[in-house]
């Protein structure tokens, strides 16, 4: 009886621990979601340091409030990352949460926020299409642009300047790399390319070369699109297996994250032409007003990845909107929501603004691999491609008709 | 795996209190009045998704603590049921997705994954302790790479979202209070149908068969048949959990049948310890608490090692876990009360 009885008091305090969601005044509470574990944990740290980077710039405060960063973290699957905004919004309180990081993240993060329509959501890094595309949430904005955006201008390039004609696809099995593939083809089959075999493999694998046995011989090159660990091991394993096919990079793949890697990876690497929201060698002055400030943080890479900037974008939007509300979310954020639907503003990368579905409008960067003079690998620029929209410059009701982005879609064997 | 105590306390003419056990009723009074005094989070993330890990942790405890077999697959079982939900009842990822109402699925969910713990039982009976667990953690990664590779019934690493839990007498289950006591209401009558059937003659061959299969056998006893009836009643708790588990997330994905998942259900029954039914429930508390709020305490970078960390003391302090734990502080606390006296 009186074990039963002490157990059951241990667990009725333990289960009735208060909620300390008293945010004072003077502070304002920020969540922050990124992938702190699984495979894209490097990633979510470099996502990390481009926010940090935003709060510094404003010395930690916003309309005179201090700015109080909460972190929430998933490991790349929807589940978790719902289960962390979920914390983070019903348990510590945030009224504006940035995040998350990867494509189906976002989708599930997005549904999440209809069901909290207090609460605002500004997107981290995740680019899949849908997201915003088709069935968005009133109070989701991405400040940052999808993976068909950032594809703007590749497929092109790698059809007139590189000439290849027939390329094989090798990308991650998840609604982010449809969507990047998605953008390659859009062009590349439209400038008359042929895409005979797309390989998907699944987040986090290890073993390769199945995938590497089944790319056709006759390919002029290969466009890989895989983030973190898989495109080190992929690049690596395939480089063993004596492949010589030229590249052609997804916007994650010839990332700092991967960039940063030692071995022989980096001679396959070099030469290899990709998009995305930056490049490295760009040498606007408030990119590099941006590299310094971003190379304060602790741990940062030789240049910020993509996801550094994508969040620092976000969280910049942010902080700029809370500061024209005076930090006051108290009528459920519905001015923050006005004032970021309105906003447009000078980022490092050139102007972002979003449209009417509250995704950004904004300039993506052709690049190519080279090595810099201190021997870093780096994404030189080759050309801009200026503010590209969500429908990549197609009439949106013709763009509608394309369809969703899947496996099967787009196709030009 | 020490001896799960089977009589406690027979002495005849009890009355209701003494048979049922005061520790019980506080526990239920506790429990019912919880909701007066928590937060929605507490409600469900942290109370209702803990009673839905625990009953999935507590068809493990029936199955180890009871039978000697050692799982890693009672996630893969109740991912069944999930995806059952998912592709019987309605989901927006346009998908499958009968459009069954919720009193024709829920029972198609929990008989597929009674169907196939049983299947999963009958294959894994014939081996003992590391093989079966063995089996069981080749069957839970195969069972992930399929559903994550898998179009036509699983689509794949997204799998199913958009799943809602039924609204029936005016009510929508998924609302934090209702769905508290839809979590405590299966979690108790888990709790008391293991606990019953434990003593019950079923459950007594059971143990005996852990103890001596050899003997069992030789008194006549069919020993596969009993096994492979514990997995099929664990297949039931572990279904049962999952179709909440999906009411819960909404979504159905890869995730979260994965192995890291599954790895989790055996912290959580061992944390809790093997020995009660109780158990799994205080197991799964402290790792939901853990993995919910360790973030807080050292930051992103850190916490999963703080986790590990906090695992390994109470693995260590104690090899039965916190119900062991709780076993050798008793006496102490009784030599206390004895000591106190005037």
């Not at chain 1, 989701?140 to 000439?163: C, P």
Request: charged share 15%; hydrophobic share 45%; aromatic share 10%.
């Amino acid at each position: 009886m009186h074990r039963r009885t002490l157990l059951a008091l241990a667990l009725f305090t333990g289960l009735t621990a208060p909620s300390m969601a008293l945010a004072a005044d003077d502070t304002i509470k920020i969540g922050l979601l990124a992938t702190f574990e699984g495979p894209f944990t490097v990633l979510g740290e470099d996502g990390e340091r481009g926010a940090m980077t935003a709060v510094a710039e404003t010395n930690g405060t916003v309309a005179g409030k201090k700015i109080e960063i909460v972190k929430g973290s998933s490991d790349a699957s929807p589940d978790s990352a719902v289960r962390a905004a979920r914390k983070l919004v019903e348990q510590d309180g945030v009224k504006v949460l940035v995040g998350p990081l990867s494509g189906d993240e976002g989708l599930a993060v997005k549904d999440y926020a209809k069901t909290k329509p207090d609460v605002t959501f500004i997107n981290g890094t995740s680019a899949a299409q849908d997201t915003t595309l088709r069935n968005p949430a009133e109070n989701f904005f991405r400040f940052s642009t999808d993976g068909a955006q950032w594809m703007a201008g590749l497929g092109t390039y790698a059809f007139n300047e590189k000439g290849y004609k027939k390329v094989a696809t090798v990308a991650e099995d998840y609604s982010f790399p449809y969507t990047q593939v998605f953008g390659f083809m859009a062009e590349f089959c439209k400038a008359g390319g042929h895409v005979p075999s797309k390989s998907w493999v699944p987040i986090g694998n290890k073993d390769f070369s199945s995938v590497i046995a089944a790319i056709p011989e006759d390919v002029d090159a290969i466009y890989v699109a895989l983030g973190g660990a898989d495109a080190v091991n992929f690049l690596t394993q395939y480089q063993q297996a004596g492949g010589s096919a030229p590249l052609i990079g997804g916007s994650i793949t010839v990332d700092q994250t991967v960039l940063t890697s030692k071995g022989k990876l980096r001679d396959v690497l070099k030469g290899t032409p990709s998009a995305g929201p930056t490049a490295d060698t760009n040498d606007a002055p408030a990119w590099k007003a941006f590299v310094d400030a971003y190379k304060k943080q602790p741990g940062a890479f030789p240049s910020p990845s993509l996801f550094a900037h994508g969040y620092y974008v976000n969280m910049k939007a942010t902080l700029l909107a809370l500061d024209q509300v005076g930090g006051d979310v108290s009528d459920g954020g519905k001015k923050l929501r006005e004032a970021l639907s309105k906003l447009s503003f000078d980022t490092p990368t050139g102007k972002v603004s979003l449209d009417k579905n509250r995704n950004a409008v904004a300039d993506i960067f052709l690049t190519e691999v080279t090595e810099g003079s201190d021997g870093n690998l780096l994404n030189k620029l080759v050309k801009v491609v200026p503010q590209v929209n969500q429908t990549l410059g197609i009439p949106e009701d013709e763009f509608m008709k394309l369809g969703a982005v899947n496996r099967d879609n787009p196709s030009c064997p | 795996m020490s001896l799960a105590t089977a009589a406690d306390g027979a002495a005849p003419q009890q009355n209701w209190l003494d048979r049922i056990g005061a520790g019980h009723v506080i526990l239920a009074v506790a429990l019912l009045l919880y909701p007066l005094v928590a937060s929605d989070f507490f409600l469900t993330q942290i109370a209702g998704y803990s009673m839905i890990f625990g009953v999935l942790a507590l068809s493990l405890m029936l199955l180890a603590g009871y039978g000697g077999m050692l799982s890693l697959a009672q996630i893969t079982v109740a991912g069944i049921a999930a995806y059952a939900v998912a592709i019987l009842g309605s989901n927006t990822s346009n998908v499958l997705g009968f459009g069954w109402p919720w009193w024709i699925v829920v029972p198609f969910a929990v008989a597929a994954a009674a169907v196939t713990s049983a299947l999963i039982g009958w294959i894994s009976v014939r081996t003992e302790g590391i093989y079966t667990l063995m089996i069981t953690l080749a069957i839970a990664t195969a069972t992930f790479y399929f559903a994550q590779q898998n179009y036509a019934i699983f689509n794949g690493h997204s799998g199913y979202a958009g799943i809602h839990a039924p609204v029936f007498w005016g009510i929508d289950w998924r609302d934090p209070k209702p769905f508290y006591f839809l979590c405590l209401g299966l979690a108790m009558l888990s709790y008391a149908a293991v606990l019953y059937s434990s003593r019950s003659t079923f459950g007594m061959t059971l143990q005996a068969i852990r103890d001596n299969p050899r003997r069992m056998r030789a008194l006549g006893y069919h020993v596969t048949a009993h096994k492979v009836f514990a997995w099929f009643l664990a297949g039931i708790l572990a279904g049962l959990a999952g179709v909440l588990l999906v009411w819960f997330n909404g979504r159905v994905s890869p995730g979260t049948i994965g192995v890291d998942v599954a790895i989790d259900i055996l912290i959580i029954a061992v944390i809790g310890g093997l020995r009660h039914p109780i158990g799994p429930f205080v197991g799964a508390i402290v790792v939901i608490l853990m993995q919910t709020f360790a973030i807080d305490i050292v930051g992103a970078e850190r916490f999963n090692t703080l986790i590990g960390l906090v695992f390994l003391a109470i693995v260590f302090v104690s090899p039965d876990g916190i119900l062991g734990l709780w076993g050798r502080i008793k006496p102490h606390l009784a030599q206390g009360s004895l000591r106190a006296g005037p």
